[in-house]
């Protein structure tokens, strides 16, 4: 009965402050104290009140274990490693996947369409031609600058009015 008392209060309280706002033209502040003035009276009504304690009651119950439990302490000590750890190995894999660089082709079955040997095995693949090298980029010559180096900032947009034929 009192908690319910209380939240009707709460909720006269910020629908007066809403219309105190809306008499001076702040209707988005008189909109947003009206919203929050509706929350007690709506939490009552749903019966979320005895939830929202027995959820204080156990924060504040871990929170003191938390303070005087050694225990706790080891267990965030322990995950704070794990975190750790976990972050580290995510850095190592960014760069490279595998250790030797190369990547080994996996043994694949003969095919229908694959030549035999005498003895029945399966004759080893041709071998490919490498892959070709793509050409390397010449160095712009020091001496002079481009118009697109002098504008800075505003390169990329010149850089798109020139494609669009602006």
Same mark, same amino acid.
């Given at each position: 009965?009192? =908690?319910? *008392?209380i939240c009707y209060a709460l909720s006269a309280a910020g629908l007066a402050l809403a219309a105190t706002h809306g008499l001076r033209r702040r209707w #988005?502040? %008189? /909109? ?8 007690? *009276? ?7 009140? &005895?939830?929202? =304690? ?9 929170? /003191?274990?938390?303070?005087?439990? @050694? ?10 490693? %794990?975190?750790?750890? +976990?972050?580290?190995? #995510?850095?190592? =894999? =960014? !760069?490279?996947?595998?250790? $030797? !660089?190369?990547?080994? %082709? @996996?043994?694949? &079955? ?12 399966? *004759? @080893? &693949?041709?071998a490919t031609p490498p892959a070709a090298t793509p050409p390397a980029v *010449? &160095? %712009? @010559?020091? !001496?002079?600058? $481009?118009?697109?180096?002098? +504008?800075?900032?505003? $390169? ?11």
């Amino acid at each position: 009965m009192l =908690t319910g *008392a209380i939240c009707y209060a709460l909720s006269a309280a910020g629908l007066a402050l809403a219309a105190t706002h809306g008499l001076r033209r702040r209707w #988005r502040s %008189a /909109t947003r104290w009206a919203g929050l003035a509706l929350l007690p *009276a709506g939490v009552y009504l749903t019966g979320l009140v &005895p939830v929202g =304690t027995a959820i204080g009651r156990a924060v504040g119950h871990w929170a /003191t274990k938390l303070v005087f439990d @050694p225990r706790v302490w080891t267990g965030i000590g322990l995950l704070g490693i %794990a975190v750790l750890l +976990l972050v580290l190995s #995510r850095l190592g =894999t =960014t !760069g490279r996947e595998g250790g $030797s !660089g190369r990547a080994e %082709a @996996p043994a694949e &079955p003969v095919g229908r369409g694959q030549a035999r040997s005498r003895e029945g095995r399966a *004759a @080893p &693949p041709a071998a490919t031609p490498p892959a070709a090298t793509p050409p390397a980029v *010449a &160095p %712009a @010559p020091k !001496g002079k600058k $481009s118009a697109a180096d002098e +504008l800075g900032d505003f $390169s990329d947009i010149e850089e798109i009015l020139r494609k669009r034929g602006i």
